[in-house]
């Protein structure tokens, strides 16, 4: 009778969330320490406990990552594809906020003195911020961007290709999308929306629906903006390029971030005005909390990454 054969250790499901726990380190890390780790999960096993730990650690390898694995060019690269997903979800939240905000003509019409003036004073910084950034980004992106562009037509890498073309491409695609719907959403024989002051039980969801668009529309913005963040990063990964050009785009992505994250004070700065001022649909606390919570937890790890890679551009080998 033959013997039944022994689980391996690692092969449990604990086990093999453990080592899909691997995924989330860096690149560089896996590359350096995959290995080692999967082979240990496989002679000792796994648990909650174990994986916990590798989750944990693997957020720190990315906030504070191991210098030994990177090169300057590498810890740049490393940083502008981090930023790059954090920017655009800043860029989101600041478009959200001008939505639900500045877009609605009625709000400034109903404030006086003071108020009027913070919420104003607010917008404009929000205004500039938002333009100084985007000047960063486009100063300091577009050389980079371009280098890589003929580097991929020149070796025909046409997924790189396609990767690159993402940030033009794909707002094209949702804008177009995004006009179509709501252009279907809007019939002419109807009356026009009252504004949501005048109703007493108006909610946030109630002025994005009427005013805005429905809002898995902002949700698939967001989708549809982290995708073509995500393109340059995988290019990046792909291409390696060095040089100037990846210096300057490191330096430019922290000033990008300090201005959004500026732009982000003010726009919190005003959304706690409306909400302590009590004007409807403004007056729930739980929109006010969920956009500061995800403000500052993205601010937190787009400005992490900035100055890491503002540091290695300081370097001697960066240059």
Known sequence: MSATPMPRPGGSWAGAMARGSLHLYPAAWRAR?????????????????????????????RIWPPRHLYDPPARMRASLATVAVAWTVLAGLAAVFASFTQAQPWLLRNLTGSRLLMIQWSYWVLDAAVAASLL???VGGAP???????????????REIAWLLGPVVVPIVYLGLASVILSLGRSPGLPPIQPPFVRATTSVLDLANDNVGPWWLMVLGFAAGLLAAAGPGLALRSLSPAGPGVTLAARAAGLAVAAMGLAGAASIVAAAGLHAWGLAPYRQSWPLAVYVLLFLATVVAAGTSATRGIRAARAPAAA
Not at 144 to 158: F, G, P, T, V, Y
């Open 33 to 61: 320490y995959g290995d080692e780790v999967r082979a240990l999960l496989e002679d000792s096993g796994a648990d909650l406990r174990t994986i916990a730990s590798l989750a944990w650690q693997a957020m720190l390898a």
């Open 136 to 138: 960063a980004v486009a």
């Open 144 to 158: 980079l961007w371009l280098q890589m562009l003929r580097r991929a037509r020149r070796q025909r890498r046409r």
